[in-house]
């Protein structure tokens, strides 16, 4: 799972505890679809916007996790939406308008879920598992989060975001908030992006670029020329060589021939030799074989490339 991270390395740690005012939203989906865009509106009227694809180069896999981070001024309202893109064209769309409790990290869900496509809702509405409901949402209602992130059939809806909360308790919006902390180059009223996730111990990959998570796991980030990630595993990092005869270029993918041996050493299936005599590859199409007779082939004589002249015939391998 990928996370977009706009919030500190520590605030995921597992243990650990943080002062930053912030809202960590997750975004799954029951429709078929190839790319998540997620926008922010802040109390101050600051967009920032967010699309991750679902298939294709840079993927990312279900739920999709953003966290926004409260930099200074007012701690509501902040609106927040998931669309749900096919092609381009938007299939389902979520939104809710809440905002930060200071000095804490609350959850924000919004599953784009198949009972919503096509749907519209009334004015300041959105659709969610109860169908069109008020989009608004107390922010001292939203959960906690507590660094785990679970999938639709194991969440509770944002409808419910508040039922596991202490209905009796209140925070002072200005208690103990840090106004005065940002970022270099970060407007201090504007949700902060930071992607500088760090792991401990540093992670190491087998034949692997590797990247730290926000959720502080290694994943692979890309493979070394010559591997690839057969098990779909990050752990055991681009566990196979891609230049054997067993997986040629790409797992499991054979580089055989019945025409003679075979080799990949460089990643390409080539054949080294062939079964009968005064035959040979010259074309380097292994799915044709040993395609010449060098025995009388004008244009491969007695060895590929060798060519005969005009006023010449190949005869037994030689040019006469």
Known sequence: MKHILLATAALLMAGCQSTLTELVVVVDAEPSIDAITIEVIDPGGHHETRTEPLSGAGAVTLPVTLGVVWRGGGLDPVTITARGLSAGSEVVSRYVVTGFVANETRLVRLDLLARCVAVTCGTDQSCGASGCAPAHVEAASLPRFDGTVARIADAGDVEDAGASIDASRTDDAGANIDASRTDAGVDASSPDIDANVTCTPACLLDHATATCTTAHTCAIASCESGFSNCDRMD???????????????????????????????????????CTLAMTADCNGQVSDGCEVNLRNDTQHCGTCTNACSAAQRCTMGACR
């Open 235 to 273: 752990a055991t990092g681009c566990e196979r060589s891609v230049r054997t005869n067993t997986d040629c270029n790409d797992c499991n993918l054979a580089c055989v021939s019945t025409a003679g041996s075979t080799s990949c050493a460089d990643g390409t299936c080539r054949i080294t030799s």
